[in-house]
């Protein structure tokens, strides 16, 4: 069964910077494409980066230019390098990978790491 296990979250004053890992239990190298997601309080869960397999990056708007997220395949680790965070980042993030199968794909979560932005 695959895990996806995140780490790194925490308090961070505004302007500060602060780096998300995902950690898989096997190959990364098995996933089509790697993402981050955030949720925040009464809000819905929103995108906020992916990377596939050939390590080409997207972001949302509302992180793009602050935001980097990286691959270390010999980790089997992702990564979400936050800087320049804003209050309105604060959510829990959580790690998602998506295997594609002929005719269906499967989805898998890890547990979420919490990012709070506050002074």
């Known amino acids: 069964q695959v895990q996806l296990v995140e780490s790194g979250g925490g308090l961070v004053q505004p302007g500060g910077s602060l780096r998300l890992s995902c950690a898989a239990s096997?190959?990364?190298?098995?996933?089509?494409?790697m993402d981050w997601y955030r949720q925040a309080p009464g809000k819905q869960r929103e995108w906020v980066a992916s990377?596939?397999?050939?390590?080409?990056?997207n972001y949302a708007d509302a992180v793009k230019g602050r935001f980097t997220i990286s691959r270390d395949n010999a980790k089997n680790t992702i990564y979400l390098q936050m800087k320049s965070l804003k209050p309105e980042d604060t959510a829990v993030y959580y790690c998602?990978?998506?295997?594609?199968?002929?005719?269906?794909?499967?989805?898998?979560w890890g547990q979420g790491a919490q990012v709070t932005v506050s002074s």
């Open positions: 990377i596939s397999i050939d390590s080409s990056t």
């Open positions: 096997g190959s990364i190298f098995y996933f089509n494409a």
């Open positions: 998602h990978a998506l295997r594609l199968r002929p005719g269906s794909e499967d989805n898998y």
